[in-house]
């Protein structure tokens, strides 16, 4: 068997099931209704080899074009052969996810920075020239190309280094510029996305395209606030202040680079290039740049445009002569993050109508029509991160990150199988869409005190997920009915930024021929539970792709290749930024767009859609 | 009375001589005879205005040629009517020196930074546009120019700025990149001289070329060692010593920036551009560029070229995104500020045989023949400034300045007039011609113990310039026979400099049409001194020429004019360095060049000249 893109191959039991295999060679694939075939949780892609014929029950979860795909529940299907199995994100539990986070890309590695080798005559008194001057000539005469500068930082260090590599070694060129010497072969280049809450590096080999290691950490900035308007308050109370939140994010990416290169037993300054995307406020307060215009209407960022600058004049600790590229910008509030998730999924070549969403504290949501980029930002709030609800916590061990409820009976699924501890944004989703099919929410998401489930404590109704007794006299874990209001309120923000871009262009929901849903959070929800809830439009299911951290990858892209960044500056200069609350039918929309259920937007009206 | 280029101007009572107007006056014009118009250290030059005719002795001391140039002496003209009158650097006594380097460069100014007043229309919901992309599409409409950058650290300060001036600015910009927002039309540049000894500062108003601040402090690298060589030494034992070198004088640039500054209200941030000059090894030190391979043969800089970078990547505190622009070296020891000196004479357009000199512990020399330059350097020590000498010093009050010995009677002048307690540089050579033509040394410069001045203190014979008796008991300032071999050595090293590079370009002495006599040094010898113990060829005094700090004017000249940056990076590309060691006539030269007297040198050979 073998198991991708995490890469774990072994023998298995015969007559083990698939989810069955996976687990014996470790991999914690999702199996929210316990083997059952009743949930979609444990999905997987069949990409080689022969499995069982799929049962009644697949047949009836998945459409016919995902059978002919290939799609298959692992609980049902029985490998007949040795076969090559695709485990999607949203298959696999939360602490094992970050493996799929390095997804190779498949283009060319067009880098900016090129490596020339070099063998330079050694001075003499029949020739005093000076190092630097020395190795230039010989560089454009070797080479034939027009290289005219040496970094202030390469100097300092190319006399002792030129004699003792004995005259010999390789040069890095960044345009007209050298950035460094290098004695072996080997380039490498640093990807990095700062997230408001959590940051992805990525360590790249820049000869091959190929990602040699990654690792996620926790964006340090938290401790002053989850949500970026609290970081900006706090920044603009004093430049101390705002040095002081640049350089907690810079010293971590600095560990963080520390930490990658351990890893492969590589040295931080071997990092030739570097390539940063963030939202606009990170990306600011990484760069120490002013934000007070940026909480101030009309939000204007300090800049829009893509930035090359020496990673020194950032305080990244790479190599001395090394630039870092910022991706570009799209407004104060869509930020150079949603350009490379743009870029990450050609969108400057994409057919039909897509949708690109990357739902966060912050949404941002592009709609792109025949090329044409319209983009938009929602202030979603923390609601599907966890924020602002009373059981809620970020994906970690013990959280509830799915829920099914059958019958009265819930059933759940916690991170690392441990015992529940919490609900994070996934489940926390379920439990939305969950309620509302078992009709413990009407449309309006008030909660039936009558249901069975549901009880009050004297204050407010709740409906209990797990109770006092199956957590041993510990308090029970609930939705309450404010949290129901807080989720209301986030998917509202949502489906009107999504239904304004559209009514913008001209367009219906049902216009839309690819909803691509970007980002830690949209990767690992459940795509029916978001339809179910209205937070997404109701389309069929082949419509909706989970891409994964898009906005690393097209970091990855634009680190390895020039041409991907042109791109990226590109796609950002031909974005048009929508500023929704300028937009007269939003405050109707909003309201409409609050409602569960499945049910279409138009010009602030809903018209309720009857599944089957 | 109008006394220039001091600029000093007042009433004189009449019936006064030029010398004594100018004490009157508070201007220090020496007078090493008493007045009694026996030397030149009192001439100057009258520019217009009428005074008493020349005297008989001033017809003795002046050649023809002079007398029509209008030079006198001070203490034997007397004005008839309002004159202005010309000091020459070497008239004045040392502590008043410095206000002559301020001389005024005509050229036109042609400054790399260019100034562009703008507006800038303010964001709104109907124009999104990024605080710097916004400004650069602006300035490049208005203006028709293509700037494609900001520098990061303006940018950090741009949108609150361009808030603060209401969108109403002007933008400074060097080639393609924004350097700076500005408020007011001033424009400062910085010109600095990194003497091995000396600072010399110069604050430039960039639109009129005009220096506005001059001042000269010490190098603190001074306590690592008087000498170039120490201080590499120093430098190359570990990276932290070479920072801290390289500290000393970057903090010291930077307080005399401060300091320049504070003299005419400005702000260090109003400073948008720097040219810095010095010597190889001092350029490496402050640039913290390696240094070891420039003391080892072949004695290789690590970069002879012009540089452009970054201010802050020097650690200097000027403009957030200004450059620094430090002229070509031309080789290990013939460095930047001998590149600028024969920029400040227009070396690219001289005509005939010309010879730069700069005298120093290191001696740099340029030979120009038809516009092609040889250079050399000389190991000429440190016995002209002071060093090596029993009773030399720097140029401090109380220093003895000129020495003057008639029939056996010496006379000597201080700086300030103040007590006589050690000897500088000009005195020592005036001792050297005056001992030697009293007949107290013979050509060899052997010390005749039977002159009745010569005495022996046991150990060796000394001459006796300022006796017990005169110092009220404390010790006699002398000079000894030991100094006179040092000086022999130092003086020795520099005619054979001279030499070899005539022989190198097939011209002798003779065919020199103009010596220029460049530096701190050089700028105040008595030059008849000079060529009386054979250090500088015998010729008519007309060819000779001291042009003060050559250096720092040349530096100046690059920082008003991009054009003058280009001609000073090609006179030094097109400079031929020439290792005196590795000429075979070397030695021979070396040993007929430390004579004392009047001679002529060609091909190792020496042929006296008896003078009249």
Redesign the interface.
Same mark, same amino acid.
């Given at each position: 068997m073998d198991f991708e893109p995490v890469g774990r191959r072994g023998q298995c039991n015969s007559d083990s099931s698939v989810l069955e295999c996976a687990h014996q060679l470790g991999i914690n694939i999702k199996s929210v209704c316990g083997s059952q075939g009743k949930c979609r949780s444990c999905k997987v892609k069949i990409l080689d080899g022969k499995v069982s014929e799929p049962t009644l029950s697949e047949k009836e979860i998945f459409s016919e074009k995902e059978c002919d795909q290939g799609w298959r529940l692992a609980c049902k299907s029985y490998p007949l052969n040795d076969c090559k199995i695709y485990l999607p994100p949203e298959s696999i539990t939360a602490p094992q996810r970050t493996q799929t986070e390095g997804l190779e890309i498949n283009i060319l590695p067009e880098p900016v920075i090129n490596s020339y080798k070099i063998a330079v005559n050694p001075?003499?008194?029949s020739d005093?020239?000076?190092?630097?001057?020395r190795l230039l000539e010989t560089l454009n005469l070797t080479h034939n190309i027009s290289c005219n500068?040496?970094d202030?930082?390469v100097?300092?260090?190319?006399?002792?280094k030129l004699?003792t590599c004995n005259w010999k070694c390789n040069v890095l060129v960044r345009k007209d510029e050298i950035i460094g010497l290098s004695l072996s072969d080997r380039k490498l280049g640093f990807a990095v996305d700062l997230g408001t809450t959590k940051i992805a590096g990525y360590l790249v080999d820049l000869n091959s395209g190929k990602t040699i290691a990654t690792k996620g950490i926790m964006n340090p900035q938290i401790g002053y606030g989850e949500d970026i308007i609290s970081r900006i308050t706090h920044a603009i109370q004093s430049p101390a202040e705002a040095a002081r939140l640049k350089n907690l994010v810079v010293n971590s990416v600095n560990d963080l680079v520390g930490d990658l290169c351990s890893n492969i037993g590589a040295k931080a300054d071997e990092i030739v290039d570097a390539v940063i995307v963030g939202n606009t406020a990170i990306h600011h307060l990484f760069?120490?740049?002013?934000v007070?215009?940026l909480a101030e209407?009309?939000?204007?960022?300090?800049? *829009?445009?893509a930035? $090359? *600058?020496k990673a020194r $004049?950032?305080g990244l600790q790479i190599a001395p002569g090394a630039f870092i590229h910022l991706l570009p910008?799209i407004?104060?509030f869509v930020g150079a993050d949603h350009t490379a998730a743009l870029l990450s999924i050609d969108a400057g070549n994409s057919e039909g109508v897509v949708l690109v969403i990357d739902i966060g504290t912050n949404t941002e949501i592009s709609l792109i029509v025949n090329g044409k980029i319209v983009s938009a930002s929602c202030a979603s709030g923390p609601a599907f991160e966890g924020g602002h609800i009373k059981y809620g916590m970020r994906a970690s061990g013990g959280a509830i990150e799915d829920i099914l409820i059958t019958n009265g009976e819930i059933q759940y699924q916690t991170i690392d199988g441990a015992a529940p501890v919490g609900i994070c944004g996934s489940g926390i989703l379920d439990a939305l869409a969950q309620l509302y099919l078992a009709g413990v929410l009407d449309k309006s998401g008030r909660m039936s005190k009558d249901h069975p489930g549901v009880r009050s404590n004297g204050k407010y109704l709740e409906f209990v997920i797990v109770s006092e007794e199956e957590r041993n006299g510990q308090e029970a874990i609930a939705v309450t009915q404010s949290d129901i209001r807080e989720l209301q309120l986030a998917k509202s923000a949502i489906r009107t930024g999504i239904q304004l871009l559209l009514e913008a262009k001209g367009c219906t929901e049902n216009d839309i021929t690819q909803i691509i849903i970007a980002g830690a959070f949209g990767s690992y929800i459940n795509v029916d539970s978001a339809v179910t809830v209205g937070l997404l439009p109701c389309l069929p299911v082949e419509r909706f792709k989970q891409v994964g951290n898009a906005a690393g990858i097209g970091a990855k892209m634009a680190l390895i290749s020039s041409g991907k960044r042109l791109e990226a500056q590109n796609l950002a200069s031909r974005t048009h930024?929508i500023?929704l609350s300028?937009v007269p039918a939003f405050m109707h929309t909003f309201v409409q767009a609050g409602y569960l259920g499945l049910y279409r937007l138009s010009g602030g009206k809903r018209m309720e859609i009857n599944k089957e």
């Open positions: 001075p003499s008194f005093l020239r000076g190092d630097a001057d500068k040496i202030i930082d100097m300092r260090d190319l006399s002792p004699r760069l120490n740049l002013p007070k215009q209407s009309p939000f204007i960022p300090a800049i *829009i445009n930035l $090359d *600058i $004049d950032a910008n407004a104060g930024y500023e300028t």
